[in-house]
Nanobody
Framework: QVQLVESGGGLVQAGGSLKLSCAAS????????MGWYRQAPGKQRELVAA????????????NYADSVKGRFTISRDNAKNTVYLQMNSLKSEDTAVYYC?????????WGQGTQVTVSS
């Protein structure tokens, strides 16, 4: 059984910052890509940011939605099986439930979601 526990969501004013964390535990052999998605009311879930494992070079590649480039930063701590999302210069349109996702072997796991609300 694999569990993803998210934390760090909350209410923040526009222009503020939040940092999300997602820790994976349980029967995990190895984690490949990790990512953050979000879903706003009435909208489809969308990719916010993703990060690869880095492999033998230990160089992890990142990918961001255009709407968050330059404001959000994804990172990971492989020793802790944890992925982070630093969110700066938050806008009201960033309001959504944020979900972390990990790929481990052939399977994909999702967190329970954490609410981020940005007030204007």
């Amino acid at each position: 059984q694999v569990q993803l526990v998210e934390s760090g969501g909350g209410l923040v004013q526009a222009g503020g910052s939040l940092k999300l964390s997602c820790a994976a535990s349980g029967s995990i052999s190895s984690i490949n890509a990790m990512g953050w998605y979000r879903q706003a009311p009435g909208k489809q879930r969308e990719l916010v940011a993703a990060i690869t494992s880095g492999g033998r070079t230990n160089y992890a590649r990142t990918n961001y939605a255009d709407s968050v480039k330059g404001r959000f930063t994804i990172s990971r701590d492989n020793a802790k099986n944890t992925v982070y999302l630093q969110m700066n210069s938050l806008k009201s349109e960033d309001t959504a439930v944020y979900y972390c996702q990990i790929d481990s072997g052939p399977r994909t796991y999702w967190g329970q979601g954490t609410q981020v609300t940005v007030s204007s």
